[in-house]
Structures are given as structure tokens and as C-alpha cells.
């Protein structure tokens, strides 16, 4: 069965403590992995497709790695506005379909 | 492009009522999709379309219909609503591209509550 685990469920963070989100997922064949931001009472906002092992995406103070068997939301010197919960979802080979996992609630204090 | 649009933003049903969660996109995508997002549950597919008159089931799609008359519109029709429906619904399109899709770009969300 297709799984997208992700890890921790929440972490709390001091302004300025860099740390790293982990997506582990099993699926038949990867097209592709995304990274999705999710602000309380909105949809997931766009934040990284990653599609092979090795590449990297970077955006500010968030950068995305992926191996064959995860992949890695890394933030550096965290703001409080980068409170949010972060979803990663993969996109499976043969299919139309996203797996999602259940996301990261991540809060960084000021 | 206002992107992807959801109508209503809150909707209160009694059970057995039915209704229709508006989808809209600018962005001439030929891929839309419907999720719920339930605590605890993570976001699941519930029907998609890759294109007009082309729909599909997802992960869940029990008491769900769907249809594609339009590129621009997806609406989600819930037949006899139960409160195991009550969730937050997600609208999302995508382009595709060598008949594969690429990053889905989601709509705000519907808050819907089933007594």
C-alpha cells in the first residue's frame, strides 16, 4: 500500500533555531514529491516538486532535499511567520493521484 | 487570475439535505480535483477529472458526485448529506503536460457542517 509518513507531527521551534522536517513515504513508483504550506482556515500554498533523488529546491529560508526513500524540508533561522503546517504529498507513477501525509504543525516563537 | 475559487465558504446541512460545493479556475487546467481534509486524517482524493466530460473516483468518493461540463468548473454534488461528511473540502486544478500532471494549486477550501 501506498504511505506518505510524516515526521514529527509538530515541532516548536525558538526564532532563529534551524531544523529539519522528514517525509518518508512507500510507493510503487514516485513521479514526483511536493511540499505544500497550510495557514490555519486556508488551503495548501505551493511550495516545492522535487521529482529525483539528489535534487534540491530552495526558497528563502526553506530548502527541499530528496533521496530514494524521503525527503527533507530544511528551515534556516526560522521566523514566526513560518508558523504553518507543512504537508508533503507524492505523486504516484501510473496514476492521477496524490497521497498526502497528515503534515508537520510547526511553531516558531518569537 | 483569481486561480482556483470556492463557493460557499461555510455551509450548515441537516442530514438528508443535499447540495453543490462550487469549483472554479482560471488557469485553463485540464486537471481538477476534490479532497477532504479531516483532523488526524490528512487530505483524500475524493473524485478527479482530467478533462471535460472525464471524471474518476479517488480515495473516497461514497455519497459524492461529480461532473465536468466545462474546463473552467468542477462542482462536487453531495446527494443525501450524512454527518460523517461534515470536513473541509479542497478544490484543486493542475495543467498536464505529455499526459502527465504536474503541481496541483489549491482553492481556499469549504467548511461544511453536517447536523
Known amino acids: 500500500e501506498d504511505q506518505v509518513t510524516q515526521s514529527p507531527e509538530a515541532l516548536r521551534l525558538q526564532e532563529g533555531e534551524s531544523s529539519s522536517l522528514n517525509c518518508s513515504y512507500t510507493v510503487s513508483g514516485l513521479r514526483g514529491l511536493f511540499w505544500y504550506r497550510q495557514d490555519p482556515g486556508k488551503g495548501p500554498e505551493f511550495l516545492f516538486t522535487l521529482y529525483s533523488a539528489g535534487e534540491e529546491k530552495e526558497k528563502e529560508r526553506l530548502k527541499a532535499t530528496l533521496t530514494k526513500k524521503e525527503s527533507f524540508l530544511h528551515i534556516t533561522a526560522p521566523k514566526p511567520e513560518d508558523s504553518a503546517t507543512y504537508l508533503c504529498?507524492?505523486?504516484?507513477?501510473?496514476?492521477?493521484?496524490?497521497?498526502f501525509g497528515k503534515g508537520t504543525k510547526l511553531t516558531v516563537n518569537p | 487570475n483569481a486561480g482556483v475559487t470556492q463557493t460557499p465558504k461555510f455551509q450548515v446541512l441537516k442530514t438528508g439535505q443535499s447540495m453543490t460545493l462550487q469549483c472554479a479556475q482560471d488557469m485553463n487546467h485540464e486537471y481538477m480535483s476534490w479532497y477532504r481534509q479531516d483532523p488526524g486524517m490528512g487530505l483524500r482524493l475524493i473524485h478527479y477529472?482530467?478533462?471535460?466530460?472525464?471524471?474518476d473516483q479517488g480515495e473516497v468518493p461514497n455519497g459524492y458526485n461529480v461532473s465536468r461540463s466545462t474546463t473552467e468548473d468542477f462542482p462536487l454534488r453531495l446527494l443525501s448529506a450524512a454527518p460523517s461528511q461534515t470536513s473541509v473540502y479542497f478544490c484543486?486544478?493542475?495543467?498536464?503536460?505529455?499526459?502527465?500532471?504536474?503541481?496541483?494549486?489549491f482553492g481556499p477550501g469549504t467548511r461544511l457542517t453536517v447536523l
Open positions: 484543486a486544478s493542475s495543467s498536464v503536460a505529455g499526459g502527465l500532471t504536474d503541481t496541483q494549486y
Open positions: 477529472s482530467v478533462g471535460a466530460g472525464i471524471t
Open positions: 504529498a507524492v505523486h504516484i507513477g501510473g496514476s492521477e493521484k496524490l497521497v
